[in-house]
């Protein structure tokens, strides 16, 4: 808590995107683990003493994210700074900014970026990018503007995050986090609307079956959280 309220937490993150060093990723990452567990442990009379600790860096930690993707730098580095931007709340973003107005930016840039991320399907993808770039979709949608839109203008990130479902279910980890994603995109109607009513867009009837039928097979699964 020191280092995030102090210069401490400034003079590392200035350092960390100046050298992109691993190390300095991690401690960001570390932090960022930090707040996110103080947010969930919040009363609802509690305040967020630690509001504007994140504000001044999402947009470069997303400039870095993209940055390593497009020049094919490296997947650790990678992993670290969506792993830290995927334990960001609404509550860390800059002041009178929310996540659609960080994710729509020229022509929804940030978006196809994440769901380029998000497909298994590519050669050599690696799993733990993979699994990081869906917890971001997943920090995305606490805000319910995002899933709306979303619904409405990029469902192909919700058959994204289907095949990455049935891509990895020998892997706990990626399972339980993508269950969790999912989870938290059909709270909303227009999610449930795009991905299992006969009145989908992108999704056939096939589809729909498919994925009913493959989440009704966890029930079963032998890790008690996938259950």
Known sequence: RKVCNSKAHEALMSKFLETKDIFLAKAAKALSLYTYRVQEALGDDDEYAEIEVWGAWIKELFALAMEIHQERGSPDLLVEVLATLANMSPDDLPEDTMWKDLLTVGRCQVLEFMEELCDCRIPNTRPDVVMQAVSCIGAFALEPDVCAFLAEHRPRIFRLIQFDLYMYTDDT?????????????????????EMLSSNSNSFSSTDIR????EVGKFVEHPHLEVQ
Do not use: H, P
């Open 173 to 193: 980890g990626i399972m339980l986090q993508t269950l969790f994603v999912l989870y938290r995109l059909l709270r909303f109607q227009e999610v449930c609307v």
């Open 210 to 213: 498919k994925f009913v039928t």
